[in-house]
């Protein structure tokens, strides 16, 4: 392996994957991770002042026993196994979720509930045929009326697209197998009666996780640490400013780091930086056409303000959905349900309030004053503390947290994957914006570990054939069943 050296582009969970496989197979390799401080990318957890939280709450689950094995063998014991809570708030109510018949007929009251039920059977009935948005994906399963109440402002403040208007690929991946019947059948039914079969699970029921004792985090600083002792170089504050190429191939990156300006030399390169970026910063220049079709893929960005709120315990939840429309916040994440040690002083409490939103909108471009300020307003109302509660507050933003899928995604997903197959083979994509896949760590890590196993041992794996449950499905090419979103819905018929 002597002959070879791959360069890491991203230090989140797919860079550092495939950096401890290329690891365990003697390749040389370099990470070069922009961020100056932290490694994990969007499973980062930030600490300030002995609080420490994530960029939105990351559980640990994957159909993938190799992935769950994985992280046992990286982790061991302070992999902490959690049980789910998590509610909708919705009108100043709070319903279970995954959603449980009683507690939402209660919550919905006689005439709402028979509304529903009505809306359910219309749906049934008159199903839209071949649905592609969300929209008529999500009614077709629960009717139009659940659908507005569970689905649709939520999904709306997420995406900050109406529903109408997304892909209906989304649902398909992230709620695929469910619907009212579903949902009821796993309320109801005793869990030893229900399917055990892994492939069986549903992602969005899914109860019990696994969660590092100091948030996800701590999985990537201890991969880091594995691999630094072994002698790799992980370069923080290296942001990767462009990827030059020549006669067919990748030959160097060039960074800039607080040391200033370097260039590193390699004969793979393993992309984990949104498409965009990368294509954006390849020199000399991609042809136009594959350079306009990364330049049309878009982003959701996302920010997160942490606060401390000096009282013990404020609610049961690891999160809750706030689908109410009267305030801003997508979610509430209380850091010390999924692990105590997330906070130095159990006389307090660390929340997480998530606000979706685009790079430079109102909410973007807030000072970090006015969102800790827009936050301690926001719990108020939603009555989970009072104002003079809150401590003190942090806010962090995060660039394209979300891969955003449109009508075109697939298309100018295509353009820049056969481009760079054909041209420049020693490019690597993997990872979530890596691949613009809106998927949990699971995904970017299998992708990972396939692009190294290919670079270290020869093997041909496409990493496109690994599917959103992490699983690699030589059969079926993924432009067949995973990217391309017309033929998702199929699927869901097909199952049904
Ligand atoms: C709110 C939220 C909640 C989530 N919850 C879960 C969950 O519960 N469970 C789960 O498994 N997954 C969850 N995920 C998904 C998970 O975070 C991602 O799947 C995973 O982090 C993707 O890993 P990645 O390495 O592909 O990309 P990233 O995590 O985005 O890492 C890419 C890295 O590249 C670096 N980078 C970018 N540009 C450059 C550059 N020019 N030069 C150098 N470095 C660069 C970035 O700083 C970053 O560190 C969640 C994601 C979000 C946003």
Redesign the pocket.
Known sequence: MASKHVVI???????LTAAYELNRHGVPLTV????PRF?????RTVERDGYRFD??????FSKSQEIEDLWTEMMGEQLRSCARISRIYYRQKYFDYPLKPVNALRNLGPIESMRCLLSYAWARMHPVKNPRSLEDWVRNQFGYRLFSIFFKTYTEKVWGISTSELSADWAAQRIKGLSLMETIRHAVVPARFQPHERGAVIKTLIDRFRYPRLGPGQLWEVVRDKLVAGGRRIELG????SIRHSGGMIRSVAIQGASGRQVIEGTDFIS???IR?LIE?CDPPLPTPVREAAAKLKYRD?LTVAVVVKRDSLFPDNWIYIHDPAVKVGRIQNFKNWSPDMVPDQRATCLGL?YFCFEGDGLWTSSDEELVDLGRRELATLGICRPEEVAWGATVR?QK??PVYDDQYREHVAVVREYLERALPNLHL?????MHHY??????MMTALLAARNIATGTTYDVWKVNSDAEYHEEARASDREIGGRHVPMRIDEAA
């Open positions: 582009l991203g230090a989140g969970p797919a860079g070069l991770e922009k961020d490694v994990g990318g969007l499973a960029i939105g709450g990351h559980r640990f290296a942001e990767v400013t984990t930086l949104p970026e910063r996302f998530e995060v947290a979300y993997v990872g979530r914006n890596g998927n949990n760590q699971d995904h970017s």
